[in-house]
T-cell receptor
């Protein structure tokens, strides 16, 4: 079974600064997706960024980028130029691709606070 | 595109009562997932459908839980004889398989007294 570990329960960052959230995972699979989801307070979960395991190039979406290290099974999220609206719970998630995209396996999340 | 919707958003019930939640996925999405999220935890998978077929159920889904997606559109999740341990946020998500991205609804927060 796959597991996802987020070792930082809480983090804070000053507005306009850069912060990196950590995620490691355990799997014997070779073909999978990794995701970062954001869950703002009392609001629904939204996708931040996704990475396909067979792609070596790290995914980037505007201020959000990942550092995907497949051999180390590490998938960290970097948020540049942090904004107050980035305050949220961030969840790292794994999806096995073979056998037709399995349900997501989530980590416990990191609570990020952006301070003005 | 109105997104995934869930009803009700909040439910308070007494232990032993039955409750039913509804999820309306994004139109034409063929996959629908149910997850449960307790305080301080990430969502945990419960069950999912492709069209009207229930493809997988988690071991978390006890016999008191049942889910349906009768016409391949909306889905219902019923919990019979609720227990205090059932208190959680119940999240629904949908996707257009084979695309991998799941889109989440706002959730139904259940409190069992």
């Amino acid at each position: 079974a796959q597991t996802v570990t987020q070792s930082q329960p809480e983090m804070s960052v000053q507005e306009a600064e850069t912060v990196t959230l950590s995620c490691t995972y355990d799997t014997s699979e070779n073909n999978y997706y990794l995701f970062w989801y954001k869950q703002p307070p009392s609001r629904q979960m939204i996708l931040v960024i996704r990475q396909e395991a067979y792609k070596q190039q790290n995914a980037t979406e505007n201020r959000f980028s990942v550092n995907f290290q497949k051999a180390a099974k590490s998938f960290s999220l970097k948020i540049s130029d942090s904004q107050l609206g980035d305050t949220a719970m961030y969840f790292c998630a794994f999806m096995k691709r073979d056998s037709g995209n399995t349900p997501l396996v989530f980590g416990k999340g990191t609570r990020l606070s952006v301070i003005a | 595109d109105t997104g995934v919707s869930q009803d009700p958003r909040h439910k308070i019930t007494k232990r032993g009562q039955n409750v039913t939640f509804r999820c309306d996925p994004i139109s034409e999405h063929n996959r629908l997932y149910w997850y449960r999220q307790t305080l301080g935890q990430g969502p945990e998978f419960l069950t999912y459908f492709q069209n009207e077929a229930q493809l997988e159920k988690s071991r978390l889904l006890s016999d008191r839980f049942s889910a349906e997606r009768p016409k391949g559109s909306f889905s219902t999740l019923e919990i019979q004889r609720t227990e205090q341990g059932d208190s959680a946020m119940y999240l629904c998500a949908s996707s257009l398989f084979p695309e991998e991205t799941q889109y989440f609804g706002p959730g139904t927060r259940l409190l069992v007294l």
